[in-house]
């Protein structure tokens, strides 16, 4: 025996925007609607009086799960991996341009940690020609800028630059991964020696960055394995 629900609140909804986002519950990469609803009482299934409207709501379209809309402010796992091939880079040139460009472990260092963070085709011919044009930059009076005489002058990438590769990331990386990028850094900087001057600036920076407390980032730098 099946009963007619005579009276109930319907809502329509309608989607407003669309695109990918991360969604927490099926846990991915996946396309979602963002909705908004009218509902109206409905008597025996005909709608009647307006009840207001609701949502902005996220609709995941794989588990179809509803999220607050501030859930699509979260990266993809391909936004975030785009965030972190940028942080690795920048992170891996400044230390480079701050010193060590000229020594051969210090470039292979490098050279190694692009490649395994979806740099594969980067090679040290690559890397040559960008720190060719550094020093190209630094050979010219004419274009010695305040900015690269800076502590942490690099020439291919200014504080300024740096943080504003390595900022979106930090929020969405656990200590580890922020420690782990700072510590890369750091055995770059010391595969051709001690640290010097500029590099500590440009780690300090780094670590700065991605809101690794100062004491932690002494902590890290001074325990960083010297490569010899
Ligand atoms: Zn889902």
Redesign the pocket.
Known sequence: MSRVRVAGVRTAWTTVEDGEFF??????D?NYELRTGRRRLTVLRVPLLPRGTTGPTAV??????HFEPSALQQPTTTQLGSLLRDAVHAVALSVLGAGGAGSRTARDAAVGWLRNTGFASCDEEQLLILLAALDADRAEPEHITERQAAPYATGLTSERELRAVLAPLAPHLESGGREGLLLEGACIALADGPYEAAELAVLAVVGDALRIPAEDVDRLLAAAPERS
């Open positions: 969604c927490p519950a099926c846990g991915g996946r995941c379209s794989s588990c179809e799960s």
